[in-house]
Structure formats: C-alpha cells, structure tokens
C-alpha cells in the first residue's frame, strides 16, 4: 500500500492536524495542497512526490 504524504514526510502530528490534505485524507499530490505547495512548482518537483513514486516502484518490484 502506498504511503500518504504526511507519512513520507514523516510529520508529527501537530503538523499533520493542522494540514488541509490531511483533513480531507488525501495527499497533497492528489488534491493539489500541502505544506509544500508554495515552494515546489509542480508535484514532478517535490521531493515528497518523488519519495512516493520510488515507494510505488518498490511495491511493484516486490510482487
């Protein structure tokens, strides 16, 4: 199973509580807003948005 951002940032919760994507339980890839929104300008750029495409190429690579 994929990972969300918050877990792939790792945020604690008083971060994550906080965090609109995490509110509507979608990461900030798919509703387009996070924490990191304003600083990268597209997802391609994000470095969390890469950790979660290696992470899927991990999960295909295991089965």
Known sequence: MAKDCWDLKHCPASHYMNCEA??????????????LCHVYPSCDACYIFQLHLEDLKNQESSK
Do not use: A, I, T
């Open 22 to 35: 995490y509110r509507n339980r979608l990461s900030c890839w798919e509703g387009k807003n996070g924490c």
